[in-house]
């Protein structure tokens, strides 16, 4: 099929933004992963696991290591057909391992030990842990970069006043870039929690009591023998399972994913509002249209395209989450086809950031319109009358200034008209006379370029 004749806009319209995600979650890089651990295993198990499996020589672990170097396209094809008979994924990933040792004399003793004491899951729980870790460092590598993006922005804008809005009312001022900061802050904590997160895997048979391989060589600590051959793919184990991995490894990265989209769709929209509000110019990019019919449009289109994508992303980690936890008894199987649905849920949120990113690169602040909004509401000082007042011991100061002030359009005369009719020192008074909306903004500033 033609990429635009595809029913995901994953893999059409926005196919060339998540390619190394797409290929990471792609089928043949499933089956690849799998082929790859399969003959890993007969390697471990012939240098690894004692007496009772024939050593391996140095020429049949050469030709073993031809097979699993030689991965093609056309490879993946021949498991696909495979499986079109066998209708299981993981048998047909081992037939065709079995016709690639066939072509090699000295590997033919030990044709029998592909996929050797295994359940196809425990192939499977390694491959998409594989798949999981891989795919957090693509995501993590996107998601720096918007970090970096931010911390930029924050340090360029630190000392921009610009009027707070609490309930959408004006509230005392801040600065664009202590604003910004906040979302780079909340993003690094959350970057940091995933990388924590270490994608599980199990290697213990039908249902995780390691029978089989127990019945091969009971004398073997079969346990720690697996985790040595699991860590070889930087995951690490879970001893104690049912058949299956339960899968709260994988909860858990969605849960962080859904975090970060959330304080994505939470910037977005901030960032929305500010432009509908002419706190910040969208650049103009020669050959865009805004609207098909009113010319003068430009649409801040990335951060809403960005808070869709995010939306999408978090139903997707959600279920998955809900879903990928729960297993009826030893296992069932409605969970191998939500996994092979993983990358959808990432590639959204990847989506999402690619976006963001694109929509911050396109905003610049318009301080004309951000001075004159804090030109027109003195009365956000009031925060301030009331506090100095407090400060020379006044108990009602709140109340006495919440009279004079609440709901009113303070300008600069009005408001030095409450400052000198105040009972208060002349040096608090030149204090309250000397401030004004665009200076009063606190330690904003500093908090920017921490």
């Given at each position: 099929m033609?990429?635009?004749?595809?029913?995901?806009?994953l893999?059409?319209?926005?196919?060339?933004?998540?390619?190394k995600?797409?290929?990471?979650?792609?089928?043949?890089?499933?089956?690849?992963?799998?082929?790859?651990i399969?003959?890993?295993?007969?390697?471990?198990l012939?240098?690894?696991?004692g007496?009772?499996f024939?050593?391996?020589?140095r020429?049949?672990?050469?030709?073993?290591?031809?097979?699993?170097n030689?991965?093609?396209?056309?490879?993946?094809k021949?498991i696909k057909?495979?499986?079109?008979?066998?209708?299981?994924?993981?048998?047909a990933?081992?037939?065709?391992?079995?016709?690639?040792?066939?072509?090699?004399?000295?590997?033919?003793?030990?044709?029998?030990?592909?996929?050797?004491a295994?359940?196809?899951e425990?192939?499977?729980?390694?491959t998409?842990a594989?798949?999981?870790r891989?795919?957090?460092?693509i995501?993590?590598?996107?998601?720096?970069?918007?970090?970096?993006?931010?911390?930029?922005?924050s340090?360029?804008?630190?000392?921009?006043?610009?009027?707070?809005?609490?309930h959408g009312?004006?509230?005392?001022?801040?600065?664009?870039?202590?604003?910004?900061?906040?979302?780079?802050?909340?993003?690094?904590?959350q970057?940091?929690?995933?990388?924590?997160?270490?994608?599980?895997?199990k290697?213990?048979?039908?249902?995780?009591?390691?029978?089989?391989?127990?019945?091969?060589?009971?004398n073997?600590?079969?346990?720690s023998?697996?985790?040595k051959?699991?860590?070889?793919?930087?995951?690490?184990?879970?001893?104690?399972?049912?058949?299956i991995?339960?899968?709260?490894g994988?909860?858990?990265?969605?849960?962080c994913?859904?975090?970060?989209?959330?304080?994505?769709?939470?910037?977005?929209?901030?960032?929305?509002?500010?432009i509908?509000?002419?706190?910040?110019?969208?650049?103009l990019?020669?050959?865009?249209?805004?609207?098909?019919?009113?010319?003068?449009?430009v649409?801040?289109?990335?951060?809403?395209?960005s808070?869709?994508?995010?939306?999408?992303?978090?139903?997707?980690?959600?279920?998955?989450?809900?879903?990928?936890?729960?297993?009826?008894?030893?296992r069932?199987?409605?969970?191998s086809t939500?996994?092979r649905?993983?990358?959808?849920g990432?590639?959204?949120?990847?989506?999402?950031?690619?976006?963001?990113?694109?929509?911050l690169?396109?905003?610049?602040?318009?301080?004309?319109?951000i001075?004159?909004?804090?030109?027109?509401?003195?009365?956000i000082?009031?925060?301030?009358?009331?506090?100095?007042?407090?400060?020379?011991g006044?108990?009602n100061?709140?109340?006495?200034i919440?009279?004079?002030t609440?709901?009113?359009?303070?300008?600069?005369d009005?408001?030095?008209?409450?400052v000198?009719s105040?009972?208060?020192?002349?040096?608090?008074?030149?204090?309250?006379?000397k401030?004004t909306p665009?200076t009063?903004?606190?330690?904003?500033?500093?908090?920017?370029?921490?």
């Open positions: 033609k990429s635009y004749e595809l029913i995901s806009p893999d059409n319209r926005y196919n060339q933004k998540i390619v995600l797409a290929n990471n979650f792609s089928e043949s890089n499933l089956n690849k992963t799998r082929f790859e399969e003959i890993d295993w007969i390697i471990f012939t240098t690894q696991c007496k009772n024939q050593p391996l020589s020429a049949a672990k050469k030709n073993l290591l031809s097979i699993k030689n991965f093609t396209d056309r490879s993946a021949r057909k495979i499986e079109s008979k066998t209708n299981h994924d993981v048998k990933v081992e037939y065709f391992i079995r016709e690639e040792i066939k072509k090699y004399s000295n590997l033919k003793k030990y044709e029998h030990l592909v996929h050797f295994l359940t196809s425990d192939i499977n729980s390694l998409y594989v798949l999981l891989d795919a957090k460092d995501y993590i590598k996107k998601l720096d970069s918007l970090i970096k993006i931010l911390n930029s922005k340090n360029s804008w630190s000392s921009i006043p610009m009027l707070a809005r609490t009312q004006a509230a005392s001022p801040s600065t664009l870039g202590k604003e910004i900061k906040v979302f780079h802050q909340r993003l690094i904590r970057k940091e929690t995933l990388k924590k997160i270490k994608p599980l895997a290697f213990s048979g039908a249902t995780g009591n390691y029978h089989t391989l127990h019945l091969a060589d009971s073997i600590n079969w346990p023998k697996t985790k051959f699991i860590s070889l793919y930087k995951v690490q184990q879970n001893p104690i399972t049912t058949q991995e339960p899968h709260d994988i909860a858990e990265v969605c849960h994913i859904q975090r970060i989209n959330n304080i994505l769709i939470d910037m977005n929209q901030d960032l929305w509002a500010y509908s509000n002419d706190i910040f110019k969208l650049k990019k020669d050959g865009e249209v805004g609207s098909s019919t009113m010319p003068h449009k649409n801040p289109i990335d951060f809403e395209n808070e869709g994508n995010m939306g999408i992303s978090n139903s997707l980690m959600g279920f998955f989450a809900e879903k990928l936890s729960k297993s009826r008894l030893q069932d199987l409605s969970d939500v996994l649905n993983l990358g959808m990432f590639g959204y949120g990847y989506l999402g950031i690619v976006s963001c990113i694109q929509g690169d396109k905003i610049q602040p318009n301080k004309i319109k001075f004159s909004e804090l030109s027109n509401n003195w009365q000082l009031a925060e301030a009358l009331q506090i100095v007042m407090k400060l020379e006044y108990e100061a709140y109340e006495e919440k009279r004079i609440r709901g009113q359009n303070l300008n600069e009005s408001y030095l008209d409450i000198n105040l009972k208060i020192s002349k040096e608090s008074k030149s204090k309250l006379k401030l665009h009063y903004s606190g330690i904003a500033s500093k908090l920017a370029k921490n």
